[in-house]
């Protein structure tokens, strides 16, 4: 394990800073290097949800834009490579990690040159997470600036292996080497036991508490999160929790009233500290059709709650089915429905809640994955 204590490395880290798997892995692996004695630079346009509000070796950056009446679509990726130069001179950062490709990658590139016109050097280190690359990097707008600006990263890592093979395809990408860092979660955080069982009490009044976490993009297919949820309830009294919001948290509503549920739906609306919600859960349900690894559902699985979602991307690479979960093909909402009311069963619930929780410690633990961070980024500075 590589081991920088004592001797640590300035980093720059942009992300998107909204709800969102991707920002929250930045931030979180942001806090955790700074525990492990590297300074660490946000730079984005505004503080990262997760970002604590103080820590000594964490500094946030805002990125401003100007708005001029001859630009009718603001340049934020100009003043994000504006800003990246100005925060590696005045910081005299080591390297630049960026989540997601676009335009953080370019924007990295960007700034790396400008360096480099000064004689210095500023390796650039790209994390894809997943619609950067199978949506946003494979329109034709944006797929020949994606491949250039994966390209001419110094290091790129994918969150599941699944993405890895999604870029490769896309993009072919033959000038770089894509490695496979899976997204991790911190087991002091994510745990059960830490919490007290009275929010289960609270959440469901004595009915199964199902969950699901996003920003509620049409990807998630929030209409099948209800759909799933009317068929488990129709045999086990059970609440859905709604935590997080966006286009089409409505759409939930208008199902769970067409259903006749709406009365056992709650909306929470966004929330930063899901681990005590997730510890409250007996189920997680994340349905989407489209998933590069599925962050919310290792944080499930990390509280002890058994994961039912679509056998589709990377997710098949963090829920085990049968053992963690069950996936089924994209719109069975029937099978989930079955596979829910046999997990719910007390015995197999406390079976399938203890191999989650292991399987979570043994295969995504923080201090391992970090570590591999540090080792890539120990190659992109030397």
């Known amino acids: ?113 400008m360096l480099q016109e000064q004689g210095k050097r500023l390796p650039v280190v790209t994390t894809l997470h997943g619609t950067d690359i199978t949506i946003v990097g494979q329109d034709h707008s944006y797929h020949a600036i994606t491949k250039f600006s994966i390209e001419r990263s110094d290091r790129v890592t994918a969150v599941s292996q699944f993405l890895k093979d999604e870029t490769v395809a896309a993009f072919g990408c033959g000038n770089s080497r894509v490695d496979v860092i899976p997204n991790f979660v911190d087991p002091a955080t994510f745990d059960r036991e830490a919490f007290s069982p009275e929010l289960h009490t609270q959440l469901g009044g004595g009915r199964r508490v199902l969950m699901h976490i996003s920003n509620f993009r049409p990807v998630k297919r929030v209409r099948d999160v209800v759909r799933i949820f009317a068929k488990v309830n129709a045999v086990v009294p059970s609440v859905l929790v709604l935590v997080g919001d966006g286009p089409d948290r409505a759409a939930a509503e208008e199902e769970a009233r067409s259903l006749g549920v709406i009365e056992y739906v709650k909306c929470l609306g966004k929330i930063d500290g899901v681990a005590p919600l997730l510890a409250a859960a007996d189920l997680y349900l994340i349905p989407t059709d489209r998933e590069s690894f599925g962050l919310s559902a290792l944080e499930a699985l990390a509280c002890g709650v058994p994961v039912l979602g679509y056998a589709v991307g990377g997710l098949v690479e963090v829920v085990q089915h049968g053992v963690t979960g069950a996936l089924r093909p994209v719109g069975d909402t029937d099978a989930l429905a079955a596979d829910g009311i046999a997990l719910l069963e007390p015995a197999r619930w406390r079976t399938v809640s203890a191999a989650a929780r292991a399987d979570a410690r043994a295969r995504f633990t923080q201090t391992e994955i970090v570590a591999r961070y540090e080792a890539l980024y120990r190659e992109a500075v030397a």
């Open 1 to 113: 394990m590589v081991d920088w204590r004592g001797d640590g490395v300035k980093i720059g880290i942009t992300c998107y800073p909204t709800y969102g798997g991707s920002g929250a892995v930045a931030t979180e692996l942001g806090i955790a290097l700074a525990e492990r004695g590297h300074d660490v630079h946000f730079i984005t346009y505004q503080a990262p949800f997760r970002l604590p509000s103080f820590h000594p070796r964490i500094a946030f950056h805002e990125v401003g834009v100007g708005h001029y009446p001859l630009f009718q679509y603001p340049p934020y990726d100009l003043a994000l490579a504006v800003k990246m130069h100005e925060v590696a001179t005045q910081q005299s950062l080591d390297l630049l990690h960026v989540h997601y490709a676009i335009p953080h990658a370019t924007s990295a590139w960007i700034a790396k040159e």
